[in-house]
């Protein structure tokens, strides 16, 4: 009997191994994917009942060196919403002018730039927590 086995989601890390910031977030999403999703908060820390059932959060983590393509980011710039060309393409002031200057030089895309495909989110920069909340929205595997 054949068995399916469902395509795990994918985060594309869009990086830039000389930037202190981009390597933090490779070594954060790297241990993501290599270990079961288990943090604790502090109303949590008295409670132990949720460990008995731990949940993996199964994602392919894609790191690239190479900036998105523009379909990609037009795909970035929507899951980011509204005027936010700027915080994926250095001095962008909107989409035009995002795939204008990315066209003329890749290196403008801003990195680290972490974007969930399959839940249209996308986060710029190194803030931990936003990734962790992009990380944490996939869907859990038991």
Do not use: C
């Not at 730039?113 to 909340?133: D, H, M, P, Y």
């Amino acid at each position: 009997m054949f068995r399916f086995h469902k395509t795990l989601d994918v985060i594309t890390l869009f990086h830039k191994a000389s930037s202190p910031a981009s390597v933090r977030v490779q070594s954060l999403l790297k241990q993501l994917s290599a270990t079961a999703s288990e943090h604790a908060t502090e109303d949590q820390a008295s409670d132990h009942s949720h460990q008995s059932k731990p949940q993996r959060i199964d994602f392919e983590l894609e790191v690239t060196e190479e900036p998105p393509t523009e379909d990609q980011l037009r795909s970035i710039l929507e899951y980011l919403g509204g005027n936010s060309a700027g915080k994926a393409i250095r001095g962008a002031k909107d989409e035009a002018d995002a795939l204008r200057k990315l066209k003329a030089n890749g290196d403008s895309f801003e990195r680290p730039f972490t974007v969930n495909w399959s839940n249209g989110r996308a986060v710029a920069g190194s803030n931990e927590s936003e990734i962790l909340k992009l990380v944490e929205a996939l869907p859990k595997g038991k």
